[in-house]
């Protein structure tokens, strides 16, 4: 029984005009009542439409095709065939991250995130951070522009910008990145099992002000953040049999 099929297509000129070449040839119906998800656009896009499905508790597999500009989450944008590269995708597993944020006024806020959770300084002054792993202080002060969470998908994203490790989708592993560390000097972060629980106290947090950043969500003032791996809400993408996306984050490793 073929499945019930949604179309989704960001506002871009390329999106669109792909939306506009497939949807006259195939069976599609609405979002709400699909089984299955294709998303046209870019990576960023693809994020827009994971989370969407996030906030409606939804377990979607999703198909994207590149209509964007790097697409390292999407396959490759053809017309034709589409049902048959469907049945042939193969399926990966993504869990995301849960932040656990509370701001200097005391408002709380939950937010997943599919790549990364960052912390970034928002004035000149370098943040001071306090880092907390499993209950145990492990840097008692880093002095620095950021920090960041990263899952193994986005490990590949503003992770590897900022000289992080590249880790394989099925390593079960976070990676735990300073941004321009100024003290410790020597400290380029950390591999931790995706079972961690990872606190960041922001010192000084009124003179020297940080945000959290889920993915494209910003909350601005913060003075605790906890990050967790949330295993109850896992998403799945589908790729082509030879454009895994395990394959692309080992050949990565090799990119110069």
């Given at each position: 029984?073929?499945?019930?099929?949604?179309?989704?297509?960001?506002?871009a000129p390329a999106g669109q005009e792909?939306?506009?070449?497939?949807?006259?040839?195939?069976?599609?119906?609405?979002?709400?009542?699909?089984?299955?998800?294709?998303?046209?656009?870019?990576?960023?896009?693809?994020?827009?439409?994971?989370?969407?499905?996030?906030?409606?508790?939804?377990?979607l597999p999703v198909f994207g095709m590149?209509?964007?500009?790097?697409?390292?989450?999407?396959?490759?944008?053809?017309?034709?065939?589409?049902?048959?590269?469907?049945?042939?995708?193969?399926?990966?597993?993504?869990?995301?991250?849960?932040?656990?944020?509370?701001?200097?006024?005391?408002?709380?806020?939950?937010?997943?995130?599919?790549?990364?959770?960052?912390?970034?300084?928002?004035?000149?002054?370098?943040?001071?951070?306090?880092?907390?792993?499993?209950?145990?202080?492990?840097?008692?002060?880093?002095?620095?522009?950021?920090?960041?969470?990263?899952?193994?998908?986005?490990?590949?994203?503003?992770?590897?910008?900022?000289?992080?490790?590249?880790?394989?989708l099925e390593s079960e592993m976070l990676?735990?990145?300073?941004?321009?560390?100024?003290?410790?000097?020597?400290?380029?972060?950390?591999?931790?099992?995706?079972?961690?629980?990872?606190?960041?106290?922001?010192?000084?947090?009124?003179?020297?002000?940080?945000?959290?950043?889920?993915?494209?969500?910003?909350?601005?003032?913060?003075?605790?953040?906890?990050?967790?791996?949330?295993?109850?809400?896992?998403?799945?993408?589908?790729?082509?049999?030879?454009?895994?996306?395990?394959?692309?984050?080992?050949?990565?490793?090799?990119?110069?």
């Amino acid at each position: 029984m073929q499945p019930k099929i949604a179309l989704v297509a960001s506002n871009a000129p390329a999106g669109q005009e792909a939306e506009a070449e497939l949807r006259p040839l195939y069976d599609f119906v609405d979002l709400a009542e699909a089984d299955m998800l294709i998303a046209l656009g870019g990576d960023g896009f693809l994020l827009h439409m994971l989370h969407q499905l996030l906030d409606q508790r939804r377990s979607l597999p999703v198909f994207g095709m590149n209509r964007g500009t790097v697409g390292f989450l999407m396959n490759e944008f053809r017309v034709g065939g589409l049902i048959d590269r469907l049945a042939a995708a193969r399926p990966f597993l993504i869990h995301p991250l849960c932040g656990d944020i509370v701001t200097l006024s005391g408002e709380r806020h939950i937010l997943p995130a599919i790549n990364e959770i960052s912390l970034l300084r928002e004035t000149r002054q370098a943040a001071k951070l306090e880092v907390v792993i499993n209950d145990r202080t492990m840097l008692e002060k880093l002095a620095c522009d950021g920090v960041l969470v990263a899952t193994p998908a986005g490990s590949t994203a503003y992770n590897l910008s900022a000289n992080g490790p590249i880790l394989p989708l099925e390593s079960e592993m976070l990676a735990l990145t300073p941004i321009s560390p100024f003290r410790p000097r020597r400290w380029r972060g950390a591999i931790l099992p995706e079972s961690s629980s990872i606190r960041f106290n922001v010192r000084e947090a009124a003179k020297r002000p940080v945000s959290a950043v889920a993915d494209q969500r910003e909350i601005r003032d913060v003075k605790t953040v906890h990050v967790t791996t949330d295993r109850s809400r896992p998403l799945t993408l589908l790729f082509d049999p030879d454009q895994g996306l395990d394959e692309r984050i080992a050949t990565e490793q090799f990119m110069f």
